[in-house]
């Protein structure tokens, strides 16, 4: 018909009588062979996606429907179906999956903790470095609501706060304690972002860097200006210090 010859741009006395093969790419008339004609045979009917040949030579993807047909007696006598070009389709399909590969690709190797949770609270993935702070590891966690298994007894309050945050659509940053899988405290820098749509709250991606390191580090420098404070307000001689001004800054009491 008409759609066929735009489709393949092919006229009808250019394609009566020739093999199906005649618009499929060079080479995969094997393939044509085993991937459409003899499911077809077998089953009647066969839909699927493949690559097709227009007349100029240009190659694009298809989706087939075909059927058998039969005589009065039940005799095949040929086939009848349908094509459909599905390019843009595809191209957009493919670009999808390349998003989602390049996705995946940047939450596996981040250094931060990642973990999705649905709508019920329910832990849907994590990344390694999640696993590698917490000591779960994926499938352990499938199915568990998070806020279970990482909230210390001390935190609930705090936590109960942030599921409220969480329904009400608000983005999280706080710093903060959680649970190990080994009922150890980790001190963590935690970002929430819900998801969902039109204020309706579809679960959330949260965000875990562990800041043991540089709480340790904080503290030690508290400690060590406490101490030089008080070295210097206990000393028995005049300790004053100035600025690149010449301003003074501070002194002592002797």
Request: net charge negative.
């Amino acid at each position: 018909n008409q759609g066929a010859v735009r489709l393949f741009g092919y006229s009808s006395d250019e394609a009566l009588g020739k093999h199906i093969s005649f618009v499929y790419p060079e080479g995969q008339h094997s393939a044509l062979e085993r991937e459409v004609i003899e499911p077809l045979k077998q089953a009647g009917i066969h839909e699927l996606a493949v690559t097709m040949r227009r007349k100029s030579g240009e190659e694009f993807y298809a989706h087939l429907s075909l059927s058998l047909l039969r005589d009065a007696q039940g005799t095949v006598i040929g086939m009848i179906g349908y094509s459909i070009d599905i390019t843009e389709r595809k191209r957009a399909q493919q670009e999808l999956e390349q998003q989602k590969s390049f996705l995946r690709s940047v939450i596996d190797t981040s250094p931060v903790g990642i973990v999705v949770i649905d709508v019920n609270g329910e832990v849907e993935m994590c990344n390694p470095a999640f696993e590698k702070v917490f000591g779960y590891r994926q499938q352990d966690l499938r199915g568990k609501r998070l806020s279970d298994l990482l909230t210390p007894p001390e935190r609930r309050l705090e936590m109960e706060s942030i599921i409220k945050d969480f329904w009400a659509g608000k983005p999280i940053h706080n710093v903060t304690q959680r649970m190990r899988r080994d009922g150890s405290l980790v001190d963590v820098e935690a970002f929430s972002v819900p998801l969902g749509e039109e204020g309706r709250f579809g679960g959330a991606v949260l965000l875990y860097q562990d800041i043991t390191e540089r709480k340790r580090a904080e503290q030690e420098l508290e400690e060590r200006t406490s101490f030089l404070n008080l070295l210097i307000g206990n000393a028995p001689v005049g300790i004053v210090a100035l600025d690149t001004n010449d301003a003074v800054r501070m002194c002592n009491p002797a």
